[in-house]
């Protein structure tokens, strides 16, 4: 049975939601970000301390497929970004589309309407937040950052960071509280 989670961004929150499972005595065939297959089918009384669980830690099980639907597309978004290997060609409808199969207009509509920001715009979030990250641990230089990221030129990362962010990457870096978010409150 495949049950598909919100919020599940990182290696830590799989193991967070690997060990509730665990606990629930629910045999797992594999977890990866948003997704948990189980060995069998588990009835409603199984999954409903599962999902109470889950909620208190800051997931939610996802039942509407356009909510599945969105979940996938930030999971997909997420990995791209975090990979550090996106180059400058890279064309975000092309990904989605061949990834999930589907129109990347219709992906755009379903994304929009329930998220109240475009997929474009969530993506450049997403980047940025990323650029965050990766100026405060200090691994790259930004060039080496915006050829990661996929951007053709410093520039164009700059000018997109300070539109974002209301900074410079170099005022950025230079701040004393890195206002930084969580991936999964963008």
Known sequence: MKILIKNMVCDRCISAVADIFKKSEIKVQCIQLGEVETESDI??????PIENKLEEIGFEILKAPSQQL?????NLVI???GRLDTDENFVLSNFLSS??????????????????????????????????????????????IAGHMGYKSVQH?????????????????????QNRKPLDQI
């Open 43 to 48: 009835s409603e009384n199984e999954l409903l």
């Open 70 to 74: 969105i979940e996938n597309i930030k």
């Open 79 to 81: 990995l791209k970004i």
């Open 99 to 144: 990834a999930l199969h589907k129109d990347y207009s219709s992906l755009s509509k379903v994304f929009s309407q329930n998220e109240n920001v475009t997929l474009e715009q969530y993506y450049i979030l997403q980047k940025i937040e990323k650029v965050k990250e990766l100026l405060f641990n200090n691994d790259f230089t930004l060039t080496e």
């Open 157 to 177: 990362l700059s000018s997109q960071f300070k539109s974002t962010t209301g900074y410079t990457p170099t005022q950025f870096k230079k701040l004393e509280v």
